[in-house]
């Protein structure tokens, strides 16, 4: 299986984004069985788990960073994941990284960059 994400770049704080995470389906996996979660990574910092949606999209949850401003969502027919970003704060600049699993700790993509600033 392979993650792909899109939709990193360069905004101004204050700004909108929206992440992309696209699953090539094989004949092992099926995107709509997994929970699916966005993880982040800045230089000289931990890894930071953002958002987790269940296999649905009934079920969200979110890190006390991002909360009120960051929306994960999920098209099964399409294998894809999402990340609406709101209200982007210099602070937001990292790679972001889509992932398999309810921790993030299974198959993920490359990731995209995102960077805020004036």
């Known amino acids: 299986v392979q993650l792909v994400e899109s939709g990193g770049g360069l905004v101004q704080p204050g700004g909108s984004l929206i992440l992309s995470c696209a699953a090539a389906e094989a004949s092992e996996f099926s995107f709509r069985s997994y929970w699916m979660t966005w993880v982040r990574q800045a230089p000289g910092k931990d890894e930071e788990w953002l958002s987790r949606?269940?296999?649905?999209?009934?079920?969200?949850a979110y890190a006390d960073s991002v909360k009120g401003r960051f929306t994960i969502s999920r098209d099964n027919a399409n294998n894809t994941l999402y990340l609406q970003m709101n209200r982007l704060k210099s602070e937001d600049t990292a790679l972001y990284f889509c992932a398999t699993g309810y921790t993030g700790d299974g198959v993920r993509g490359q990731g995209t960059q995102v960077t805020v600033s004036a």
């Open positions: 949606i269940n296999h649905d999209g009934t079920y969200t």
